[in-house]
């Protein structure tokens, strides 16, 4: 969060890079292709408009010349029954265009913003981790509508002003051609001064699509942490903040307008000019016979009619610079790529295993300028239960990231059943790995919904028994409408401990071989977490299941712990020997012990008939199968309480990225006969 609430820092909202107006039109116009036929359309109706006006105005010159001049009132009733044809035809058209424009504008927008939408779906977490999130709104909000401006509306007047001012100006030349050069002298200062003034407009108009986009965001920001704002009593300051970015667009908005406003007064200045300049050459001619009194009448009008276009070019150039503001904010979100490719050709992986690996990965965030995991190697066999702990900040999160190639590793591959993540298609990775987040992120939708969504075609049955699995169906069906109860903006009808198992039963109902868990136990106290692991437990060789979490008692039942210091694996093994063998862990586990961390009540050992994968008959168990593939050889791994398939190495531990031993084998009074750490990766 910025602290800005007195208004002197920046805005939230970063600047889009600058473009020319013409790249940003070229990058659209393709977009308009499905709607060509309706614009061709539309062109027709709107030099139809002009067309129909300047007869109409046509017929005043023979009105006075041919009825009033003369006062033969004979041809009166046939110059207003052909007024009146005229003016319905002039107003049938200019409907039909009105509408036709309108559908086609507001079609381009929704296509346009679908777009957007989706594409950001595809950026997904990275990017919006590193914007805010109101600037993002307000770029699918009303940046979007501002390319319409450029790309539609922009082009609609475009022709509308070019043939408003070839019909005028072709009548006036019939009429009098001397007169009309003399008025087209002033065409020359409307350019100039839209030149003067769009580039300035555009100037501000940039700085107040930036500053939109910043009010979104600390309006976002602000009543999202509602909660937070209540409690430390910082409503003033967020108002402040508020008002401060209120206050920047506000300021942007004047200095817009201001240079909008003047080019009215202006423009009316030369239009003024230049009628006085025609109007007393055109009395002139009037005396002198060459020009009749309906003749004049009629030049004049034209005239007053040629100028609205010809300023509205000036207008419109200041229009078109503002739409181009917002239009760099849209270019800049489309040109975005994931910070992960699909791969050309994907390696088919229709039922993976579940076997998980990292093998010598390396990784920065991107602008970071340190490296959060440093030659991290080890392996998760299929069926296991292996927790990656570590204190905040060791890199236990990244390690997730990777597993969902949320990033690829700068050095190093991350595989699973052997095969490199950068080689499976996106569908077979997410239908493999599922993850129970951090966030216990759930949407305003019941309880069969929530669960649903990660399987549309889940069965009723098969939501129960998700709920059942994952220990919800008992608070569920105490719920007013069971399954169909709405649980409310964020889950609010459920707590903390219940909203986790939601996102249990959730993962469990797409019935992935791997769940992959970052720390489903944080912020909970001994009882739910203890509730919330249970679930997990009784997963037990039906499932690969990685539990990311900084509470070391909550794992020390797992098949295997992997220990991160530092983004360097320090530790692997289970919980007896690291406590024997990793002085980092059995320093973290006593102290997490003194601070009252109460380890869970025993496991059960025997799993709850869970719903059987689909495809999957006989739960998978030991042995294992090693890691296949390039790369680093990974043995076959025993499961605690299975005997092992293999000799077990000696036991030692690896500093991951030297191969350095850190700990000579720990002796012990038993012989040497205790329970040996197998290594990550060895
Ligand atoms: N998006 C990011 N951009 C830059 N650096 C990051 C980003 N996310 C994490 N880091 C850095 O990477 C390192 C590892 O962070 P990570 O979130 O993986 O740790 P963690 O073990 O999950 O911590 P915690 O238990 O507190 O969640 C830290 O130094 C952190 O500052």
Request: contains cysteine; negative net charge.
């Given at each position: 969060?910025?602290?800005?609430?007195?208004?002197?820092?920046?805005?939230?909202?970063?600047?889009?890079?600058?473009?020319?107006?013409?790249?940003?039109?070229?990058?659209?116009?393709?977009?308009?292709?499905?709607?060509?036929?309706?614009?061709?359309?539309?062109?027709?109706?709107?030099?139809?408009?002009?067309?129909?006006?300047?007869?109409?105005?046509?017929?005043?010159?023979?009105?006075?010349?041919?009825?009033?001049?003369?006062?033969?009132?004979?041809?009166?009733?046939?110059?207003?029954?052909?007024?009146?044809?005229?003016?319905?035809?002039?107003?049938?058209?200019?409907?039909?265009?009105?509408?036709?424009?309108?559908?086609?504008?507001?079609?381009?927008?929704?296509?346009?913003?679908?777009?957007?939408?989706?594409?950001?779906?595809?950026?997904?977490?990275?990017?919006?981790?590193?914007?805010?999130?109101?600037?993002?709104?307000?770029?699918?909000?009303?940046?979007?509508?501002?390319?319409?401006?450029?790309?539609?509306?922009?082009?609609?007047?475009?022709?509308?002003?070019?043939?408003?001012?070839?019909?005028?100006?072709?009548?006036?030349?019939?009429?009098?051609?001397?007169?009309?050069?003399?008025?087209?002298?002033?065409?020359?200062?409307f350019l100039l001064l839209s030149r003067l003034l769009s580039r300035r407009i555009a100037d501000a108009a940039r700085e107040e699509r930036r500053r939109s986009g910043s009010i979104v965001s600390v309006a976002e920001e602000s009543l999202g942490n509602a909660a937070l704002v209540h409690a430390y009593g910082r409503t003033a300051a967020e108002t402040a903040r508020f008002r401060a970015e209120n206050e920047a667009a506000f300021r942007a908005q004047m200095r817009a307008i201001r240079l909008e406003?003047?080019?009215?007064?202006?423009?009316?200045?030369?239009?003024?000019?230049?009628?006085?300049?025609?109007?007393?050459?055109?009395?002139?001619?009037?005396?002198?016979?060459?020009?009749?009194?309906?003749?004049?009448?009629?030049?004049?009008?034209?005239?007053?009619?040629?100028?609205?276009?010809?300023?509205?070019?000036?207008?419109?150039?200041?229009?078109?610079?503002?739409?181009?503001?917002?239009?760099?904010?849209?270019?800049?979100?489309?040109?975005?790529?994931?910070?992960?490719?699909?791969?050309?050709?994907?390696?088919p992986l229709p039922r993976a295993t579940g076997e998980l690996a990292l093998h010598g990965v390396a990784f920065d965030y991107p602008g970071s300028g340190r490296p959060a995991l440093h030659e991290v190697s080890f392996r998760v066999p299929a069926g296991s239960r292996v927790a990656v702990v570590g204190?905040?900040?060791?890199?236990?999160?990244?390690?997730?990231?990777?597993?969902?190639?949320?990033?690829?590793?700068?050095?190093?591959?991350?595989?699973?059943?052997?095969?490199?993540?950068?080689?499976?298609?996106?569908?077979?990775?997410?239908?493999?790995?599922?993850?129970?987040?951090?966030?216990?992120?759930?949407?305003?939708?019941?309880?069969?919904?929530?669960?649903?969504?990660?399987?549309?075609?889940?069965?009723?049955?098969?939501?129960?028994?998700?709920?059942?699995?994952?220990?919800?169906?008992?608070?569920?069906?105490?719920?007013?409408?069971?399954?169909?109860?709405?649980?409310?903006?964020?889950?609010?009808?459920?707590?903390?401990?219940?909203?986790?198992?939601?996102?249990?039963a959730r993962a469990l109902v797409r019935d992935a071989p791997v769940l992959l868990l970052d720390e489903p136990t944080a912020g909970l106290d001994a009882a739910s977490a203890a509730r919330v692991l249970a679930p997990v437990r009784r997963l037990a060789g039906h499932r690969t299941v990685v539990l990311v979490t900084h509470r070391l008692v909550d794992v020390v039942d797992a098949d295997r712990i992997v220990v991160l210091d530092g983004g360097r694996v320090t530790g692997y093994g289970d919980h007896p020997s690291l406590l024997r063998e990793c002085p980092g862990y059995a320093a973290l586990y006593r102290l997490q012990e003194q601070a009252g961390d109460a380890p869970p009540p025993a496991p059960p050992v025997a799993p709850r008939p869970l719903p059987a994968r689909r495809g999957e008959a006989v739960a998978r168990t030991v042995p294992l199968p090693a890691v296949a593939g390039p790369g680093v050889p990974l043995p076959a791994f025993p499961t605690v309480g299975a005997p092992s398939p293999v000799p077990e190495p000696r036991a030692r531990h690896r500093v991951a990225d030297t191969g350095r031993t850190a700990l000579p084998p720990a002796r012990h009074a038993d012989g040497g006969r205790h329970r040996r750490t197998p290594d990550p990766v060895r």
């Open positions: 969060m910025t602290e800005d609430a007195g208004g002197s820092g920046g805005p939230l909202a970063e600047p889009a890079p600058r473009l020319p107006l013409r790249t940003v039109f070229a990058r659209f116009w393709p977009h308009t292709r499905p709607f060509r036929g309706r614009m061709v359309l539309s062109l027709a109706l709107t030099a139809g408009v002009p067309a129909l006006t300047t007869a109409s105005i046509g017929l005043f010159q023979v009105l006075v010349d041919d009825v009033l001049t003369p006062a033969d009132f004979r041809p009166f009733p046939m110059l207003a029954a052909t007024y009146l044809a005229l003016t319905l035809l002039t107003g049938v058209v200019s409907y039909v265009d009105s509408y036709l424009s309108a559908w086609t504008a507001e079609r381009f927008v929704l296509g346009l913003r679908v777009e957007l939408f989706a594409h950001l779906g595809e950026l997904s977490a990275p990017y919006l981790d590193r914007r805010p999130l109101g600037d993002v709104l307000s770029r699918i909000g009303s940046d979007v509508a501002e390319i319409e401006e450029l790309v539609l509306t922009g082009v609609n007047l475009l022709l509308t002003y070019s043939f408003q001012i070839l019909f005028f100006t072709t009548a006036m030349l019939l009429l009098d051609w001397r007169l009309t050069l003399v008025a087209l002298v002033a065409a020359p200062a406003s003047l080019f009215a007064p202006a423009s009316g200045l030369v239009q003024a000019a230049g009628l006085l300049l025609v109007a007393g050459i055109a009395v002139a001619r009037l005396g002198s016979g060459e020009l009749t009194l309906g003749g004049l009448l009629v030049l004049l009008a034209y005239l007053g009619q040629l100028y609205a276009p010809v300023s509205g070019f000036g207008n419109l150039a200041a229009t078109l610079y503002s739409a181009c503001a917002g239009a760099e904010r849209i270019v800049e979100v489309l040109d975005a790529r994931p910070a992960v490719a699909a791969p050309a050709v994907a390696r204190a905040s900040g060791a890199g236990k999160s990244t390690v997730v990231r990777l597993l969902l190639r949320q990033h690829d590793p700068d050095r190093g591959r991350v595989t699973l059943d052997g095969v490199d993540l950068a080689q499976l298609a996106p569908a077979d990775l997410r239908a493999a790995v599922v993850p129970v987040l951090q966030d216990s992120l759930v949407f305003d939708a019941t309880v069969e919904e929530n669960i649903r969504w990660a399987r549309p075609d889940a069965a009723p049955e098969e939501v129960e028994a998700a709920a059942r699995a994952a220990d919800l169906h008992d608070v569920v069906a105490a719920l007013p409408d069971g399954y169909r109860t709405r649980i409310g903006q964020r889950g609010r009808m459920l707590s903390g401990g219940q909203l986790r198992r939601l996102a249990i």
